[in-house]
C-alpha cells in the first residue's frame, strides 16, 4: 500500500496507456516548456491528414482526463487562418462532442474521437466550407482579449446616440456602464449599491447592424469602415458624425442578431491631436470626408459587451417570463416566507413588487428569512427591497412600511391595480378581511394565501383567482375558523412559543421549510399570472410526515396516505355553508 491517491492513481495508470496509444501514431511527447497556455499535465505533439492537408497538432491532458476530454491546439506553422472554431491561442473547439456522453473507461476512444472531430473542424476551415459557424460564435472570437464593459440598453433597430458612464467605485467589476441615457444609468447604479458614484458621463454611439464583422476583423478605421461601408453607408456616416461631436473619439457599440438573439459588442476610437484635427475646421464642423481620411489608419480597440440588461438577465429564465414583464405583485408580510416569495418571484421574472410590512428584522428571524445578521434593524420591506434590487437591479420595489390596514386605507388604488395580492402574514383574521375585500370591492385582484404548520409538516398556497365559484372562507371550519385541509390536528396556535422577554410569537419551522412553502406559494402565482388558471385552486406540500408520526404529532387522517415531501393540488370546491360567499351582501 503506498501513499498514492486515489485519483493519482487513476491518472497514472491513464498516462501509461495514452503513452503506447501516441507511440503508435508517431506523437512525440512535449516538455511541460513545449505546453500551449493553459493547465495540462502531459502533452503529444504529432501530425494528422486533414482533407488532403498534413497539419501539425497537439493534444493536451488535463487533470480530469479521461473525464475530460483532451484538448487540441493547432500549431504556429498552420497557414490557414482564421477559420471557424479555431481561437488565437490555435485552441480547436471541439465542444460540440464535448457536450455528449462518452465512456471515460476507453482512453483510447476518447483521445480518438477528439481528433476525430478536430479533423473534421480544421478539414472544413481549410476548404471554408464551415464559413457561417463565425457568426454563431463571432461574441467569443471578438471579445477574446478584450477590455468589457456593461450594456443596459435595450438593442432596437435604430442608430442613436447613447450614454456611458466610469462608474466608481468599481465594485462588482462594473466600471463602465453604458444606457440609453444618464438617468439610467443612474438608476442603476443606485439599486447595485446605493453608495455608488458616477465619476464621468460620456456620449457614445450605437449601430445596429444587419451582420457580425466577418473576420479577420478590423484592426484599424479603414477596415472598419470598409465593412460598414458594405452594408450601408449610413452606419460609417454615423460614426464619423458622432466623432465630430464627441472631441474625435469615443465608444461605439454595436448590435447584431445571431440565432435570433441581439448580441452587443464595441470598439473604441483613441483620442486624437485635436490641432491635427480641426486645421481650419471649428470644433464639431470638420468636414466629414476629411476626417474620414484623418483616422482612417488609426487602430480600433475592440470592447466585449457584457449585456445586463433585462431581457437579457431574465430572459434566461426557463418559463414565459415576458408574460410577467411589468406585472405588478403585492406582498403583504415580508418574512420568513414572503421574503423567499418576493425573491423567487423576482427570479421567475416578475419586475415590480410592491411590499407591505411594518416590523424591522429581528435577530430571531434571521435564521429563516432571506435577509441576515447585517440587516438586523432594518425595516423588512427595505432590507428585502435592497437585496432584490442587488441581486437584480431593474425590478422596481414600492416599500410601504405600515401595517396591512394602513397600507390599504392610503394606497387602495394601487394596492387594487396589482395583478396579484400575495398574503404571506399566516395571520387569519387579515387573511378573512383580505377575502372579504375581494368579495366586496369591485376589481379586486386575485389573492393567494401563504402559511406552513408547524414544523413545517405542510405548507400550503391557496389562490383564489375569482370569488364566483368559491372563496378562502370556503376552506375555513364554520365551527372555529380552523383550516379544513390542516395536515396536522391541533387546536389554533397549540405550537406558537412565545419568544422569552419579547412580545412576539414564533413557530416553530425551519429556513428550508420556509423556502419551500415560498417555493409552492410561488409556483401557484406564476401560474395565475401566466393565466393558466381560471379555477380556486389550493396547494399542499406534504413536509417530513416521517419524523412528524415518530413525534406522535396527530396527523388527519386524510393525509394517512401522505408521502413525505410530495405536493397535491386541489380546487376549491364552494361550502355550501360558506357564510361569505354564499351572501355576496355581507359587507362587514
Ligand atoms: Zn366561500
Known amino acids: 500500500m503506498h501513499d498514492l491517491g486515489y485519483l493519482d492513481e487513476v491518472t497514472n495508470r491513464t498516462l501509461k496507456q495514452v503513452a503506447v496509444f501516441f507511440a503508435e501514431c508517431n506523437f512525440k511527447e512535449l516538455h511541460q516548456s513545449e505546453f500551449p497556455v493553459g493547465d495540462f499535465i502531459a502533452a503529444w505533439q504529432g501530425n494528422i491528414m486533414c482533407n488532403g492537408v498534413d497539419v501539425s497538432i497537439i493534444v493536451a491532458l488535463t487533470e480530469g482526463f479521461p473525464d475530460e476530454l483532451p484538448k487540441i491546439f493547432l500549431t504556429k506553422d498552420f497557414e490557414y487562418l482564421p477559420i471557424p472554431h479555431v481561437d488565437n491561442r490555435l485552441f480547436v473547439c471541439t465542444y460540440v462532442s464535448e457536450s455528449t456522453d462518452f465512456f471515460s473507461e476507453n482512453v483510447d476512444g476518447v483521445i480518438r474521437d477528439s481528433i476525430e472531430k478536430a479533423r473534421e473542424i480544421i478539414s472544413d476551415g481549410i476548404h471554408r466550407v464551415n464559413q457561417s459557424d463565425y457568426e454563431a460564435e463571432f461574441l467569443a472570437y471578438w471579445g477574446l482579449d478584450c ?22 467605485p468599481a465594485k462588482h467589476n462594473i466600471a463602465y456602464l453604458v444606457a440609453d441615457d444618464e438617468n439610467a444609468i443612474r438608476g442603476f447604479a443606485a439599486n447595485v449599491n446605493p453608495d455608488f458614484s458616477i465619476q464621468k458621463f460620456d456620449s457614445a454611439l450605437y449601430l ?29 456616416n454615423a460614426v464619423v458624425d458622432f466623432l465630430n461631436n464627441n472631441d474625435y473619439r469615443g465608444t461605439v457599440v454595436f448590435s447584431t442578431i445571431i440565432n435570433d438573439n441581439y448580441a452587443l459588442a464595441g470598439w473604441r476610437h483613441q483620442a486624437m491631436n485635436r490641432k491635427e484635427v480641426l486645421r481650419g475646421f471649428r470644433p464639431g464642423k470638420v468636414d466629414p470626408r476629411v476626417l474620414k481620411n484623418l483616422i482612417t489608419n ?51 421574472g416578475i419586475d415590480r413588487l410592491m411590499l407591505i410590512d411594518k416590523d424591522s428584522l429581528h435577530a430571531t428571524n434571521v435564521g429563516r428569512h432571506l435577509c441576515g445578521v447585517t440587516e438586523i434593524k432594518k425595516s423588512k420591506v427595505e432590507a428585502v427591497s435592497e437585496r432584490i434590487r442587488q441581486h437584480l437591479p431593474y425590478v422596481r420595489i414600492q416599500c410601504i412600511e405600515q401595517t396591512f390596514y394602513k397600507a390599504f386605507t392610503e394606497n387602495q ?36 394565501y401563504s402559511w406552513i404548520e408547524p414544523y413545517g409538516i405542510a405548507s400550503h398556497a391557496v389562490l383564489v383567482s375569482t370569488t364566483e365559484t368559491s372563496c378562502f372562507e370556503c376552506c375555513l371550519d364554520p365551527k372555529d375558523l380552523s383550516f379544513k385541509f390542516q395536515v396536522l390536528r391541533c387546536e389554533r396556535g397549540a405550537f406558537t412559543r412565545q419568544e422569552a422577554g419579547c412580545q412576539s410569537s414564533f413557530t416553530p419551522y425551519s429556513g428550508l421549510d420556509a423556502n419551500q412553502a415560498a417555493s409552492i406559494a410561488t409556483r401557484l402565482a406564476l401560474k395565475s399570472l401566466s393565466g393558466d ?40 370546491q364552494k361550502a355550501p355553508d360558506c357564510k361569505v360567499c354564499s351572501n355576496i351582501n355581507n359587507h362587514d
Open 208 to 236: 445596429p447592424l444587419p451582420h457580425p464583422f466577418p473576420p479577420p476583423f478590423p484592426e484599424t478605421c479603414k477596415e472598419m469602415f470598409s465593412v460598414l461601408d458594405s452594408y450601408d453607408k449610413k452606419y460609417s
Open 533 to 572: 388558471i381560471t379555477n380556486n385552486i389550493r396547494y399542499v406540500f406534504f413536509g417530513d410526515l416521517q419524523k412528524a408520526r415518530k413525534m406522535e404529532l396527530d396527523i388527519s387522517e386524510e393525509y394517512a396516505d401522505a408521502s413525505d415531501f410530495t405536493m397535491k393540488a386541489s380546487i376549491i
Open 147 to 168: 477590455k468589457s464593459l456593461y450594456s443596459i440598453l435595450e438593442p432596437v433597430d435604430q442608430i442613436r446616440k447613447v450614454k456611458m458612464a466610469i462608474v466608481h
Open 298 to 348: 488609426q487602430s480600433i480597440e475592440r470592447l466585449q459587451v457584457e449585456r445586463l440588461d433585462l431581457d437579457r438577465v431574465q430572459g434566461r429564465v426557463g418559463n414565459s417570463s415576458s408574460a410577467l414583464h411589468g406585472k405588478t405583485i403585492c406582498i403583504i408580510g415580508c418574512g420568513s416566507i414572503g421574503s423567499w416569495i418576493a425573491f423567487n418571484l423576482v427570479q421567475a
Open 413 to 448: 388604488k394601487a394596492i387594487q391595480n396589482c395583478d396579484l395580492i400575495i398574503s404571506a402574514t399566516a395571520n387569519p383574521a387579515l387573511e378573512r378581511r383580505l377575502n372579504k375585500m375581494q368579495l366586496n370591492v369591485s376589481d379586486f385582484p386575485p389573492v393567494l
